[in-house]
């Protein structure tokens, strides 16, 4: 038998033998510390299909989860901010001390001439992951939706909410966005050319190597960059597979665990570590090659006169 579940009262077996006062009771312990009659479930891997189109096209609850966290998000921001003033309101001062925190962390990575236009993505990368992972954190989030009773207990089979990022899919397209916009700030702020000396260039100083080892030194360099391009191009792999790993291990901690209390606060760090792990990664993809300020390849003029000062 197939049925839909109501978070917190989905044991149909049991609703004869429990009173008014008994399930009050179990409301409460479920919200304020997260149990769940169904907390021993697992957490299927991949997405339910809330509306199939055939063919491959679906809409799953992680995606429609991530499109409502992402209007609220942004009507909470809105609302927060209102119309900007000099003189700023108190959500307004709340969001921009944020951006200030972030500033601070990320502009010495990137450097000061990409910042401006790396910023913007940087911040939309930490807020939006931030409350995706959190969303798990929710009641009701996995134990509401479609199943069947299974020796007593009601199984489901087909959540209705899924956090974003607990989807595999879901991280691979954030990896692929970050990937694109790496891609598009370095071409812009590096160029083609510094990319090219920065991953297959000599680095050693010229005239302190002896001449017989320059040219293997740039054997050695060479290699060494083609192990740097195969480093770049499983990025995508690499942060997609760290996220999703970290939340839906998170999602399957809570689940067997009992949604016990003391795991909802880790995964609160979880969440902030994740999201801050994802934004920083991406900004240092975009320092080591557009913040050469002072260095001896950079691709202004007066690092380009550094360089020829070397030979």
């Keep these: 038998m197939t049925a839909f579940a109501l978070p917190f009262f989905t044991l149909q077996p049991y609703r004869a033998r429990m009173s008014r006062v008994h399930k009050l009771a179990l409301f409460l312990l479920t919200f304020v510390c997260g149990l769940s009659p169904l907390a021993a479930e697992g957490v299927d891997p991949s997405a339910a299909k809330l509306v199939d189109f055939g063919h491959g096209w679906a809409i799953t609850n ?8 992402s209007f609220a998000l942004v009507a909470l921001i809105m609302w927060l ?3 900007p003033s000099v003189v700023p309101s108190k959500g307004q001062a ?9 500033r601070d962390i990320f502009e010495p ?4 001439k990409a910042f401006p236009t790396a910023f913007p993505i940087l911040v939309t990368f930490f807020v939006f992951i931030l409350f995706h992972n959190w969303m798990g954190l929710i009641p009701g989030v996995g134990t509401m939706g479609w199943g069947h009773d299974v020796d007593g207990h ?3 089979t087909r959540p209705l909410i899924r ?7 879901g991280t691979i397209a954030l990896a692929a966005i970050s990937f ?5 700030i370095v071409l812009k702020f590096a160029g083609p050319k510094v990319i090219m000396i920065d991953l297959f260039g000599n680095k050693a100083d010229k005239n302190e190597t002896p001449g017989w080892l320059y040219p293997v030194l740039s054997l050695v360099f060479l290699a060494v960059g083609l192990i740097e391009v195969f480093s770049i191009a499983i990025r995508p792999f690499t942060l997609s597979v760290r996220l999703f790993g970290n939340v839906f291990g998170g999602e399957n901690l809570l689940h067997g665990t009992g949604f016990i209390f003391i795991f909802y606060f880790m995964e609160l760090l979880v969440g902030v570590i994740q999201a801050l792990v994802f934004t920083l990664l991406t900004s240092v993809y975009i320092g080591l090659l557009c913040n050469h300020e002072g260095g001896d390849h950079g691709h202004d003029e007066k690092s380009g006169h550094a360089t020829e000062s070397h030979h």
């Design 62 to 69: 992680s995606m429609v989860t991530g499109w409502v966290i």
């Design 81 to 83: 901010v209102g119309k």
């Design 94 to 102: 709340v969001f921009e001390s944020l951006l200030e925190a972030l």
């Design 109 to 112: 990575i990137i450097g000061k």
């Design 154 to 156: 009601f199984h489901i």
């Design 163 to 169: 956090p974003h990022n607990s989807d595999f899919n």
């Design 180 to 184: 694109g916009a790496w891609l598009i």
